[in-house]
């Protein structure tokens, strides 16, 4: 008797742990099988725990109240990927073979920034495997037969185009060593219009808290920009990611990270362009949740709810990690205190 009182106990926690557990993935905002596809890296794993940026849980809080714009400054994009089916964003027309963003690399101004590097179609694809629904507004600068100074007027023009239409959201996955006059104008006018810029700590394996080793468009230090460095799934920061204690603002997922690639393939890339783009993508979550919210109040929500690891110290401001699921659950938080009500007491005589 007893032998079957254990088997009969054991069957029923069986079953209630598994209807535990159907009930929270049939609760979640997107498909699970996303958070595993071949698209998916570890960074959005639930089986990584602390090494991942925690989306499962994230997404059991999520509801999407106002699509969300995120221009995403790179090398391109594959406009007809079959990963992007529902994403691509374009200002004026429909989206088409010939119509998928912009491109700013060349001598003429183009609706087709086609992607021959890889890197742009990387980025985005971070970005829309944290946030499904997002809307990518592809804009490329980067010509790898280009000077740096042609680089980076296309990357101004870019930036003047995203700012122009009012994009909710700005990834910028690179940048350089020298700072620009125009470039610090038109991120200064995003500042003004309410526009997070989330950029590049970069790759040099620098402290960028030495101005001589500073890293733009990251090193502005302007309100509306998160800059972002790069740990593995050890949570250890990356040899190559540059880092600074008050420089760099948060680290996120950023080696061997698989996302999708030209040829409607996936592939792996690492970098601290990677770890940009999942800070971008929490971002958009959150201004998808909750449309009313400032920059600043979405930037330090995000900052407020890293996960603090020590090896970290000294590296990143606050020593922290990005965390999906801690930042919308304080955003939930944030946003109840925002919507009480104002109270006015009659004084007493």
Not at 204 to 220: F, V
Not at 230 to 251: C, E, F, M, R, T
Not at 260 to 287: E, H, R
Request: aromatic residues 8%; charged residues 20%; proline residues 3%.
């Amino acid at each position: 008797m007893k032998k079957a009182a254990k088997t009969l106990l054991a069957l029923s926690l069986s079953l209630h742990l598994s209807v535990a557990f159907s009930q929270s993935v049939s609760n979640l905002a997107y498909n699970a099988e996303l958070l595993i596809s071949r698209y998916a890296s570890w960074g959005i794993d639930p089986d990584k725990h602390l090494a991942s940026i925690n989306l499962r849980d994230s997404w059991l809080k999520f509801k999407k109240n106002k699509d969300i714009v995120v221009a995403v400054i790179d090398t391109g994009i594959q406009g007809d990927h079959q990963f992007f089916a529902n994403n691509i964003y374009v200002v004026g027309g429909k989206k088409s073979d010939s119509n998928y963003g912009m491109d700013f690399s060349g001598e003429k101004v183009t609706n087709a920034p086609t992607d021959q590097h890889g890197h742009g179609t990387h980025v985005a694809g971070i970005v829309k495997s944290i946030f499904p629904e997002v809307k990518i507004l592809a804009l490329k600068y980067y010509n790898p037969k280009a000077s740096g100074q042609a680089n980076l007027d296309a990357t101004i023009k870019a930036l003047q185009y995203a700012v122009d239409n009012n994009v909710d959201v700005i990834n910028y996955s690179g940048g350089g060593p020298e700072a620009s006059v125009e470039e610090l104008r038109v991120l200064k006018l995003a500042e003004k219009k309410g526009i997070l810029v989330i950029a590049a700590a970069g790759n040099e394996h620098s402290n960028i808290d030495d101005k001589r080793h500073a890293y733009y468009p990251a090193s502005y230090g302007l309100s509306n920009i998160v800059t972002v460095g790069a740990h593995d799934d050890g949570l250890n920061i990356i040899p190559s990611s540059n880092y600074g204690k008050n420089s760099v603002d948060i680290a996120a997922p950023g080696h061997r990270i698989r996302s999708a690639i030209p040829g409607n393939g996936a592939g792996y890339m690492t970098g601290t362009s990677q770890a940009t783009a999942f800070v971008t993508g929490v971002a958009a979550l959150i201004k998808a949740k909750y449309p009313k919210m400032k920059y600043d109040q979405v930037k330090n929500i995000i900052l407020s709810s890293s996960l603090k690891v020590k090896t970290f110290e000294g590296k990143i401001l606050g020593s922290g990690k990005l965390d999906a699921g801690r930042a919308i659950e304080l955003a939930d938080s944030v946003n109840q205190k925002l919507e009480l009500p104002t109270v006015r007491s009659v004084a007493n005589h």
